[in-house]
Structures are given as C-alpha cells and as structure tokens.
C-alpha cells in the first residue's frame, strides 16, 4: 500500500482507522485490486512509472461522515481527492492530481433529495447519476427533463462544477450556469451553503440564486477550496414539441455569413436547442469522403475545385441544422423566420427535419437509440432529455474494429464564434499537427454547447505504448502553448495538463494564479484538498 507524500506510515494508519470509525471499515478501501479501480481509464501516464495513483479511498454516505474524513485529514495532513461518480473519461476519471492522495468517493451519496414540477428544480447529493435523476423523473411522470452530456452514467454535481455542458436549451446546456444553491463542506469540516441556502429555513433555495453579498459559488467550481455534498439545479419543463431544419450553402466564404447569422438566432431565442454545423461535403460524424473526394484532398485542391465538386455531386459546401423546442405551432414560425434570415446566403437551401411531440414512446427511444448507432441520425437521445451511453461505440470492438480504443483524452480550447475564427483555428491547427506529427484532418467543426462561443474538441488517443503516450503528453502541451499564443484558452482538462493550461493564463504576471494560491492557503492551510486541482498546489507542494 502506497503512503501518501509527506506522511509518515503510523500518522498514515492511525487517519485510516479514524476513516474506518468514521464511515465503517468495509468502507475504507487499501488493497492493491480496490486501490487500482480509482486509476484513470484513460490514462495518459498508461504504463508508465509516472501514473497518478491513489494510495487508498474512503466511501462516506452522509455529510457528517465527510465532515469527519475532512477532520482526520486536516490532523494528518492526509492528501484527499473527492469524486462524484469518477465517470469523467477524457478528463482524468476518478485519479487525482497528486499521487498517494486518499480518494473521497461520495458516490454512495446518491439521495434525490427534492424535485419539484412546480418550480422545474432538483436537489441532489454527488453521486446521484443522470440516469438516477430521470428514472425519478419517469417514475413519478413529471413533466420535466433533465439536459444530459455523452456520459449519462456521470454526475450532475460532477459534470457542472467541470463545466460540462449538454443538448438542450442554452439556460440548460451549461450545467454550472443551470445550477441554483450549493452546500460545501469546507477543508477544515465546516458546512456551507451558499445562495439563500444560508438563510436557515429557506424556501427558496432552488429558486434565487445569489441570496445577498457576493456571489461565491463559482469559487467551488474546478477548484479544491471545499467538497461539494449538495447541489441544486434547475430543469427543463417537457415540451409541447422538437423541430429541426437544415440550411446548406454552397460555397466556403459562405460559413462566416452562416455562423453570424446562427448567432442572431439564438442570441434572440428564435433557434433554442443546439445547432449543428457540417459539411456535406465530408458527410456525417461517422462517415469518410468518397474516393474522389479523398483524392482532390489529398493533392490539397484548391477552394473553388472543392465548390465545383460539391456542385457537381448536388451537395453544399457548408451545413446547419438548427432545433426548436417549444409549441407547434411557434417553432414551426420560428423555422420559418430563420429561412428568411438564412435566406441572405445567396444559393442557401432548405430541408425540412424532424418532428416530435411529447412524451416519445418507448418504441420512439429505442428507434432514436438504434440509429444513433449505427450513424444514420443526427438528434442524440439526450436533445430529448434522455441519458445515454451511446457515445461510447465510438472506437468500441466490433466487426468492423476487432481492436478496441484504449481511450482519449479531450483538447478543448475555447474560440470566437465566427467563421473567421473556425478557419484561423484549422489553419493552426492542421499546422501544428504537421510540425508534431499527428493526423492532418481536411477540415474540423467547432461545437457548439454554447451560444457565444465554439469549443474544439479533439480526442488525443490512448496507447498501450508508454513511449507513444509520451509524445502525446509532449504534443498537447505543445498545442496548449499554441492555442494561447492566438488568445484561445482550454475550458477544461485531464490533471495531467492542468498545471500547464493554469500556465496560459498568464495576464498580469499571472494575477489569476497568485489569487487562487492566496485563496488556497487561507481556505485550506494544510493543502488537503484535491491538491494541484486545475493547477492550485497548497504552498508546502508549490514548485516540488
């Protein structure tokens, strides 16, 4: 059994007993196979001897439990590292920033503590899942949904305080903005609730966010100055019904009208469910350009061939699928004011997309669930308010790929939500990518989680090869510096990068930094908490 770095073996013992009295002794997990579980499945460090791993992991079920493990921790110096679900593939699962530290794994804390129809709100403790949450929902048939990410086995509370974001409806989709009230349990065992959460005997908690004075909830987000045992969120009443359409273009300067157009569209509320850019050039998410397609880029063709083909082959160059949620009868004149709007791009045409009207049936979900994938639609089940796994057949065994991924980990710098931007960041990119020896793609699309920016996402793999591993870590860290050499920032990562995505945030001698470390050091002296989180190191580990 590892010890965690700066604790002596019988200091180490005697806070494993306190956890033991604390939560129960079946509940404190040391051996090598429990240990191994809270690995990240999707390692960079994958076979090497620099791995981040835990030294052990502590279970409580109740708040007063994790007071108590926070209490011992704080008497021994005892590094922890809370977890929701520990489901947050791509950006380091369930392992910690610093190796030896005790895992605080909250997910037994699983109660759906309130859902209310009446004001669209939950309370839930950590390891509630988004599938916990809408099978609550079903059971009881509210009129509600939940807005969910790929994962739907992760945690709310896990998901929003990493900025995760879903498919919904923009004042959904960003998981921490959707969020209303928190309690934190500070490092030296304190209980905190924030919001009108501080106001004994509230009845509005889910209901009025800031309560009075600063607004501090945002300081438990990607930190470590607490852990997080109770969140509120608000949620999606059902709606009446879900439109789609799509807009194709013909030509490749036409993207930067269609992007600024799409803007106003949402940034008025006419388009309220989240747009998806393409090329039918290319094809769909899992599709591969034809053989002629693939020969005019291989030669680097230049723009007006690419037209040329796509005109000849009947295809636009550039796509949008917009969604509406709401009444019939309104997204259907919503559909048809972005077609006059749309209409501008000289050559744009029109397609008509899908229907539905709610509550889907079951046969409706399994339909929507088969063709997700296999490829042949673009709607996920979570744009309808379900959980799902099904993001996960990516890179899985099957006929076609008997040798299944070893995993990924997510790239995601944030860029400007223009069209100009979207080519800036393929021409650095690609560059980049080049000069590092990694795949060229002919052409990537931002997402577009949120309505005033785009993310990159872009899956780095996995090997079983530490040598290769090693020059991943190398490659995206060099793309990070790239990234914030053209003033476009990570939005999250694996502890792996976090130090050097803290890094580029650099304004000011790095202002941002010396703040969160003087926060540090008043909030959590001992440096307990999820040390080195998103770059935060407690002062006794600061430059070790």
């Not at 002794?25 to 981040?52: H, N």
């Not at 924030?194 to 800031?210: I, N, V």
């Not at 052409?443 to 920016?453: G, I």
Request: net charge negative; glycine share 10%; with cysteine.
């Amino acid at each position: 059994m590892a010890v965690p770095p700066g604790v002596g073996e019988r200091d180490f013992d005697t806070a494993l007993r306190e956890f033991e009295a604390a939560v129960g002794e079946q509940w404190v997990f040391t051996s090598d196979e429990d240990v191994a579980l809270y690995r990240d499945a999707y390692s960079v460090f994958k076979g090497d001897d620099e791995e981040i791993v835990a030294s052990a992991a502590v279970a409580p079920y109740t708040v007063e439990e994790v007071q108590q493990v926070v209490r011992t921790a704080n008497a021994y110096r005892i590094p922890i590292y809370p977890i929701s679900t520990g489901k947050n593939l791509g950006y380091g699962g369930s392992a910690p920033n610093l190796s030896g530290s005790v895992v605080l794994d909250l997910k037994r804390m699983n109660r759906i503590l309130d859902v209310s129809e009446r004001n669209a709100s939950a309370l839930v403790e950590p390891g509630v899942s988004y599938f916990d949450l809408y099978r609550y929902i079903q059971e009881r048939d509210l009129k509600l949904w939940i807005d969910c990410p790929d994962p739907g086995w992760g945690s709310l509370i896990g998901n929003a305080v990493d900025h995760g974001g879903g498919y919904t409806q923009p004042q959904f989709r960003n998981h921490f903005d959707a969020h209303c009230g928190m309690e934190v349990v500070l490092p030296d065992g304190d209980v905190l609730r924030t919001g009108m959460g501080a106001l004994p005997g509230s009845e509005t908690w889910q209901q009025y966010k800031f309560g009075v004075g600063p607004w501090i909830d945002g300081l438990f987000s990607q930190s470590n100055y607490g852990v997080v045992t109770k969140m509120g969120f608000w949620l999606m009443p059902e709606p009446d019904a879900y439109l789609t359409g799509t807009v194709t273009v013909p030509k490749h300067a036409d993207l930067i009208a269609l992007v600024d157009i799409l803007n106003f569209l949402e940034n008025t509320g006419c388009v309220n469910g989240m747009p998806q850019l393409g090329s039918p050039l290319i094809g769909g998410f899992f599709s591969q350009p034809d053989p002629d397609l693939r020969a005019l880029l291989a030669r680097g063709a230049s723009t007006e061939e690419l037209e040329d083909y796509a005109a000849g082959v009947g295809r636009g160059y550039w796509s949008c699928t917009v969604k509406f949620y709401g009444a019939e009868k309104a997204i259907a004149a919503n559909w048809e004011y972005a077609q006059e709007k749309f209409s501008a791009i000289p050559g744009a045409q029109f397609e008509d997309g899908e229907l539905f009207k709610f509550p889907l049936s079951a046969e409706q979900i399994e339909e929507i669930t088969r063709q997700q994938s296999s490829g042949s639609r673009s709607s996920t089940l979570p744009e309808f308010g379900v959980p799902s796994l099904t993001m996960f057949s990516i890179g899985a065994r099957s006929e076609t790929n008997p040798t299944p991924s070893a995993g990924h980990v997510w790239f995601s710098p944030i860029i400007p939500r223009t069209g100009e931007a979207i080519f800036e960041a393929n021409r650095v990119f690609a560059e980049a990518a080049g000069d590092l020896g990694l795949p060229v793609a002919a052409f990537s699309l931002p997402t577009t989680y949120w309505n005033r920016s785009f993310i990159y996402l872009f899956g780095f793999p996995i090997s079983e090869d530490p040598q290769v591993n090693r020059r991943t870590r190398a490659a995206f860290e060099r793309l990070v510096r790239v990234a914030a050499e053209h003033g476009w920032g990570e939005y999250r990562t694996a502890p792996a990068f976090q130090d050097v995505v803290l890094e580029a945030y650099s304004f000011n001698d790095h202002a941002l930094k010396r703040f969160q470390e003087r926060l540090k050091d008043a909030i959590d002296p001992n440096g307990i908490v999820s040390a080195g989180r998103y770059g935060i190191w407690p002062s006794h580990l600061r430059g070790a």
